[in-house]
């Protein structure tokens, strides 16, 4: 009888352990981005860099490159007239990210093309303390223009993540040590699919699957519409640094 009474004892201290235990792990889980409200949590600070997708990227005013049409021969100078370069820092609003502090590298361009006669705003996605889980070193570099918005270029240079502005999807595909494109070699090319481009030829808008082109040092030198059947193929530049 005595056996059978320390053995109930035993079972239940052994429930109430259980039972504490799995209310101390929820409460820790659940406790976290309020623990910084209630205890404060240390300063953290995070510095986002371009590093090796600068190169890829940097133009100046004055910048330009002529595009030539694989099926027509037309051209198009896409020609840099405003670039900036900055380093921004931005602080967490909210309970649990006011101790969290953001500095990444900020570029933006605007870049005129005389086959559009349109402007295009070229720019780098931005970091936001307050998000959560906090994220790691992932930019994209889109393109937004009167007729819409395209990512066209991120890093790392990942295949395990992908960019987007929500209507389309692009993805790192590799880099090409040497890439010859109209008789010229290019040196670490880096290709990115595009799931939906917009191509704008006269007001006529067509949305294509498509492939761009970055080689290091000059920027894209190919855009190629799938679904079109032909590309804008890089024939000379000029880069302003």
Known sequence: MTKLIINKVLVKINYLFVCMLFFILIHNSCGDKNDCAKNGCPPEYTRYKLGEALPYLWAKPGSYWIYKHSQT??????????????????????????????????????????????????VISKYFPNATPKKGLFFSFHREGPNGDVSMFHYPFSKSENSGTGAETTTFVEI??????????????????????????????????????????????????????????????????
Request: proline fraction near 0%; charged fraction near 25%; aromatic fraction near 18%.
């Open 73 to 122: 021969g037309q051209l198009d100078t896409f020609v840099v007239t405003d670039f900036l370069f900055d380093t921004i820092t931005v602080k967490g609003t909210e309970d649990h990210s006011k101790h969290i502090t953001f500095a990444y590298d900020l570029l933006e361009r605007v870049v005129y093309s005389s086959f559009n006669k349109k402007y295009y705003h070229d």
């Open 176 to 241: 090409d040590s040497l890439y010859i494109l109209e008789g010229k070699i290019y040196t670490n090319v880096a290709k990115f699919d595009i799931s939906l481009d917009i191509y704008n030829e006269n007001d006529c808008f067509v949305y294509s699957q498509a492939s761009y082109y970055w080689a290091k040092d000059i920027g894209l030198i190919k855009r190629e519409l799938k679904h079109c059947n032909f590309s804008w193929e890089l024939i000379d530049y000029k880069i302003n640094r």
